[in-house]
Each structure stands twice: as C-alpha cells, then as structure tokens.
C-alpha cells in the first residue's frame, strides 16, 4: 500500500505570510497532484508534476516534484485570504500513460490565512 | 474536462434505511471512483466502478453496505445501506480528466447525516 505523509495538518498564518505544505512518501509515484477544497465542493485539481525535479508554478504556488519522485511540496508566496482551503496531495502509483491508477491522497492540509 | 452533477447534495437520514446517490458525467468515461471524506479530512477511496463489470471495492467496505450501479458510461450510483451514525460523512465520485495533466475530476459531493 503506498502511503503519503502530508505535513502539516493544520496552518493559520497572517495574509502575506510565505507558507510550504509537504508530502512525503517511500514510494515511487509515477505522477503527483495537487488539489484544493472549499467547503461543500469537491477537490480542485491545482497541478500535476510527473517528471523527478520538475517545478510548476501558479501564480503565486510553486510544486516541486522530488528527483526520485516520492516526494513533493506546495510553497505559496505572500498567501491571502482566498489562498484559504484544504490542501490535498495525492499520488498515482501505477507506471506511465493515460493512467487508470487509483488515487492516494495524503491527509490533507487545512490552511487559514487571515487578513 | 468532464463536468459531474452530483446529488443530492445533503441528506439527513434515519438509521436503518438506505440513501442512494447518482452521479452524471456530461461525457463518456471508463472509469468511476466512489470517495469517502470526513470534513477537513482526506479522501477514503471506497470502489471503482467499470461499466459493464462489478465493482471493485477497497479493504474495508463491502458490496452488500455500499452497492454500487454503472449502467452506462456517464452514469453511477452509489447506496448507502442499512445506515448508521458511523455513516455519516461526505460522499464523492470521480472521474480522470482525458487531458495530458491526468487530474480527476470530482463531483461536489453529498453530506450526509444519520440520526
């Protein structure tokens, strides 16, 4: 079973606060995604990185995928009100293509940012 | 990317009885994943549902509690049956995006409460 370690679980910074949400994992995963959740919707895909050392950026949200592609991170630079939500990391452990790979999802990260 | 219409959208429910939730793709898609989520929590995949076969559950959850239909390929329900207290939480399908970042798409789930 491939586990995801998301850390950390809980964030409450100030508006304008750089932050950096981590996911951890001893598996390789083929590809990684990024989601994000407000309240009575479902999970928003935000990015996903498949190749070891890639780094997207959104805006003010920069993904890294890690070299051996276990591991990753979401750093959000001057954070707002808005940026508030539940963050969820998830992997895609089955190899290549347009995969039908189940989802592991890390815990999760419930960021709130206030004015 | 396919757009899914998920309902109902909350339900509160006495125990004992069943609730069943549909879930309508606006596109053909092989694929339909059924998710669990407490508030603020990560996502539990629950099933995997092909069109044309059974479903395929995940440790922990059994067909005679969570029957799952895919009578076609835009369509899926899933029955919460004989409910209790410990059902209470967010249920969600899924279904991949056919785009080249393979995200998920996922519906904007049902809350739903047992008394």
């Known amino acids: 079973t491939q586990l995801l370690e998301q850390s950390p679980q809980f964030l409450s910074i100030q508006e304008g606060e750089n932050l950096t949400v981590y996911c951890n994992s001893s598996?390789?995963?083929?590809?990684l995604q990024w989601y994000r959740q407000e309240p009575g919707e479902g999970p928003v895909l935000l990015v996903t990185?498949?190749?070891?050392?890639e780094v997207k950026k959104l805006k003010r949200l920069t993904f890294q995928f890690g070299d051996a592609r276990k591991d990753s991170s979401l750093h959000i630079t001057a954070a707002q009100p808005g940026d508030t939500g539940l963050y969820l990391c998830?992997?895609?452990?089955?190899?290549?293509?347009?995969?039908?790979?189940?989802?592991?999802f890390g815990q999760g990260t419930i960021l709130t940012v206030h004015p | 990317s396919a757009v899914i219409s998920q309902k109902p959208s909350r339900d509160i429910c006495q125990r004992g009885t069943s609730l069943t939730i549909q879930c309508q793709v606006d596109?053909?898609?092989?694929?339909m994943f059924w998710y669990r989520q407490q508030p603020g929590q990560s996502l539990t995949l629950i099933a995997t549902a092909n069109q044309g076969s059974e479903a395929t559950y995940e440790s922990g959850f059994v067909i005679d509690k969570f029957p799952i239909s895919r009578p076609n390929l835009t369509f899926s329900t899933l029955t919460v049956s004989n409910m209790s207290p410990e059902d209470s939480s967010i249920y969600l399908c899924s279904v991949e995006k056919r785009l080249a970042n393979y995200g998920y798409t996922f519906g904007s789930g049902t809350r739903l409460t047992v008394v």
């Open positions: 598996s390789v995963f083929s590809s």
């Open positions: 990185v498949v190749t070891g050392g």
């Open positions: 596109s053909q898609v092989t694929m």
């Open positions: 998830a992997g895609i452990a089955n190899a290549g293509g347009t995969s039908y790979g189940k989802l592991t």
